[in-house]
């Protein structure tokens, strides 16, 4: 059961191609959500690394960056960019909501996915050595996926259809929890004291993005937790780069 709600919290949000024998529930994979980030994560900071001795740092965090879309498919970006566009062009709900509803991205959405990606090439590129960035994408990526988790289980739905209403109808407080507190041990594993700083990283994610998104469209929705991820993913890499100072 452990390895089937993994692979599945791995399926969910990467394009890796992984077989399961039989459909998991999707509420029961959410404990799993911080874990498979920090797989991510690993990932990321594993090429990083290993290009930090071969070419310019700078380089090493922009190719690394490319790869976490690479494996993820944006999935996130996604998230921010329809967020973008409907809390920046939409009027009132009803329009924000449509919004959502359309792929396509707009001039906000595609202002807001550069700006993450440039923050986290930056970011990731300013941490000191090839170890630093392996721990600081490790949990960066960890700790974004528990502010999206630790959003689903305590904010209300804005909208009832999509992958990510069925994430949040499911998303007990008690599983929000457990996926929470394993996500930061893995983080503090990863980086020691600085995961107490990374949490409150994500705590002004979860907060900031969670109000502005009960004022504009009265609650959550997939996107709005694909967009708390990539907040939180970058304001904990910002925090890690303070140790270049």
Same mark, same amino acid.
């Given at each position: 059961? *452990?390895?089937?709600?993994?692979?599945?919290?791995?399926?969910?949000?990467?394009?890796?191609?992984?077989?399961?024998?039989?459909?998991?529930?999707?509420?029961?994979?959410?404990?799993?959500?911080?874990?498979?980030?920090?797989?991510?994560?690993?990932?990321?900071?594993?090429?990083?690394?290993?290009?930090? &001795?071969? *070419?310019?740092?700078?380089?090493?965090?922009?190719?690394?960056?490319?790869?976490?879309?690479?494996?993820?498919?944006?999935?996130?970006?996604?998230?921010?960019?329809?967020?973008?566009?409907?809390?920046?062009?939409?009027?009132?709900?009803?329009?924000?909501?449509?919004?959502?509803?359309?792929?396509?991205?707009?001039?906000?959405?595609?202002?807001?996915?550069?700006?993450?990606?440039?923050?986290?090439?930056?970011?990731?590129?300013?941490?000191?050595?090839?170890?630093?960035? &392996?721990?600081?994408?490790?949990?960066?990526?960890?700790?974004?996926?528990?502010?999206?988790?630790?959003?689903?289980?305590?904010?209300?739905?804005?909208?009832?259809?999509?992958?990510?209403?069925?994430?949040?109808?499911?998303?007990?407080?008690?599983?929000?929890?457990?996926?929470?507190?394993?996500?930061?041990?893995?983080?503090?594993?990863?980086?020691?004291?600085?995961?107490?700083?990374?949490?409150?990283?994500?705590?002004?994610?979860?907060?900031?993005?969670?109000?502005?998104?009960?004022?504009?469209?009265?609650?959550?929705?997939?996107?709005?937790?694909?967009?708390?991820?990539?907040?939180?993913?970058?304001?904990?890499?910002?925090?890690?780069?303070?140790?270049?100072?």
């Amino acid at each position: 059961m *452990v390895r089937v709600n993994l692979l599945a919290a791995l399926q969910f949000l990467t394009r890796v191609p992984i077989r399961l024998r039989r459909e998991p529930s999707l509420p029961d994979t959410i404990a799993w959500v911080p874990v498979a980030g920090a797989i991510i994560g690993a990932a990321v900071g594993g090429v990083a690394a290993g290009l930090w &001795f071969v *070419v310019p740092p700078v380089v090493a965090g922009a190719v690394a960056v490319v790869v976490g879309l690479l494996i993820t498919g944006a999935f996130h970006e996604d998230g921010l960019g329809d967020i973008a566009d409907a809390f920046g062009g939409g009027w009132t709900v009803e329009r924000r909501l449509e919004i959502l509803k359309d792929s396509r991205h707009g001039t906000y959405g595609v202002a807001a996915i550069c700006a993450s990606i440039v923050v986290r090439m930056i970011a990731l590129w300013s941490l000191p050595g090839p170890w630093a960035m &392996f721990t600081g994408a490790v949990a960066a990526h960890t700790m974004g996926r528990v502010a999206a988790v630790a959003m689903a289980g305590s904010m209300k739905l804005a909208t009832h259809s999509g992958l990510g209403a069925d994430y949040g109808r499911g998303t007990t407080r008690p599983r929000a929890a457990v996926g929470v507190i394993a996500g930061i041990a893995i983080t503090t594993l990863a980086v020691g004291w600085w995961a107490a700083a990374l949490t409150g990283a994500a705590l002004v994610a979860v907060v900031g993005t969670g109000m502005l998104a009960r004022r504009k469209i009265g609650g959550i929705s997939g996107d709005v937790l694909g967009a708390t991820e990539q907040v939180a993913e970058c304001l904990c890499l910002v925090v890690l780069s303070a140790q270049a100072r």
